[in-house]
């Protein structure tokens, strides 16, 4: 069974920056990962997602060019460099993990296909 736990939150101003950190306890260096975020009373909604091998990433348009999401499977941690935060990007972000048997290009943005999840890290960017 895996377990992830996130860290790297806080407050910042906007046009900070956050680098987010998600391990894991047991092996995730076979399975897609993927970075999802909920704001307050709103549903959760996917920021960004790595392939097993970590050679393909996908991310939201909102967040494309300033988010960058890594691996290092030898540790079995996911990152998620944030960079020229905006107060929209303000929610609590988790990790998640895509359970299963994949080729090593492949990743998913659809939440319900992950099966691993923290409990969340909150991200408070003021303006």
């Known amino acids: 069974q895996v377990q992830l736990e996130e860290s790297g939150g806080g407050l910042v101003q906007a046009g900070g920056s956050l680098r987010l950190s998600c391990a894991a306890t047991?092996?995730?260096?076979?399975?897609?990962m993927g970075w999802f975020r909920q704001a307050p009373g709103k549903e959760r909604k996917f920021v960004a997602a790595i392939s097993w091998s970590g050679g393909t990433t996908g991310y939201a348009d909102s967040v494309k060019g300033r988010f960058t999401i890594a691996r290092d499977n030898a540790r079995d941690t996911l990152y998620l460099q944030m960079l020229n935060l905006k107060p929209e990007d303000t929610a609590v972000y988790y990790c998640?993990?895509?359970?299963?048997?994949?080729?090593?290009?492949?990743?998913?943005?659809?939440?319900?296909?992950?099966?691993?999840w923290g409990q969340g890290t909150q991200v408070t960017v003021s303006a």
């Open positions: 047991g092996r995730t260096s076979s399975i897609p």
């Open positions: 998640a993990g895509d359970a299963g048997y994949y080729p090593a290009g492949y990743f998913s943005s659809d939440e319900e296909e992950y099966e691993y």
